[in-house]
């Protein structure tokens, strides 16, 4: 019956073992500010190895547009794990959007 449900929690636990050095560190705090129309969009600034990750959650039910921005002069561009794209910082600064319930998630390195 949903067979195709079986082939989505393979490409998951794949994506978390990838980035679990990420998620389990603590939260950098002051580096990051979002203005979003949605009081629940939610967004963190982690570091690990050098590296910078970003995990920006929509907690709503509705398609929203974030601004974030960085304290982190050096960063330039940032890779969306997974999604096959990139995102450009002007001044630190970038804009996404994101569908009702996404996540994503931005690091510094195209490899991860």
Do not use: Q, W
Not at 6 to 17: K, M, S, T, W
Not at 53 to 74: E, F, G
């Amino acid at each position: 019956m949903f067979s195709s449900l079986r082939l989505g929690i393979n490409f998951l636990a794949n994506e978390v073992d990838i980035l679990k050095d990420y998620l389990l560190d603590p939260n950098v705090a002051d580096k990051i500010s979002v203005k979003s129309s949605d009081p629940y969009f939610k967004c963190s600034y982690k570091t690990f190895d050098g590296r910078v990750c970003i995990i920006a959650v929509n907690n709503s039910y509705k398609k929203i547009t974030a601004d974030i921005t960085v304290k982190n002069p050096a960063l330039k561009k940032l890779f969306v794990a997974a999604e096959n794209r990139s995102v450009s910082l002007n001044n630190g600064r970038f804009t996404d959007t994101f569908e009702p319930c996404a996540v994503h998630i931005y690091i510094n390195s195209e490899k991860i």
